[in-house]
């Protein structure tokens, strides 16, 4: 962590009390901890609406394992973008349904390019990209 500052925050009653509620229910050992993740997030979130801001992302998806040559397209996708596929892995979740995780690390764009392609695949159920924007100078 770099040199540390002291600020001082005014707050009205109702919204402290909320925060402290949530501070609370999260665990968080005390408010500068909760306020410094909350700034983190804005920063990481902020980060996501520029195209070139360095990312994390993992794409979630579920799939039935018998449509037709959809693993085989996951593999051409990620050897595709091997720079910026970090890592996978599978769970059989029951008879037909897969779960597959592919993580990736690049520009906010080139994420969202790879995950359009894989989410987009014929047999793909369900589907989630969480991306994370790692640019900003977090602490
Ligand atoms: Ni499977």
Do not use: W
């Not at 002291?6 to 500068?32: C, M, T, V, W």
């Not at 996708?77 to 890592?87: D, E, G, K, R, S």
């Not at 996978?88 to 029951?94: A, I, K, N």
């Amino acid at each position: 962590m770099s040199e540390l500052e002291r600020i001082g925050i005014s707050l009205g009653k109702h919204l402290l009390a909320q925060f402290d509620e949530l501070i609370a229910q999260r665990n968080y050992p005390n408010r500068s901890e909760a306020i410094r993740d909350l700034i983190r997030q804005s920063l990481s979130e902020r980060g996501l609406a520029k195209p070139t801001t360095a990312a994390v992302g993992a794409v979630f998806l579920v799939y039935d394992h018998h449509a037709m040559k959809l693993s085989q397209r996951l593999v051409e996708i990620q050897h595709q973008y091997l720079v910026q596929t970090v890592a996978s892995t599978h769970v059989h979740l029951d008879h037909h349904n897969c779960l597959e995780i592919i993580i990736l690390k690049g520009k906010v764009k080139d994420i969202n390019e790879i995950a359009d392609r894989i989410i987009t695949l014929k047999g793909v159920k369900l589907s989630r990209l969480n991306m994370m924007s790692i640019g900003a100078r977090l602490s």
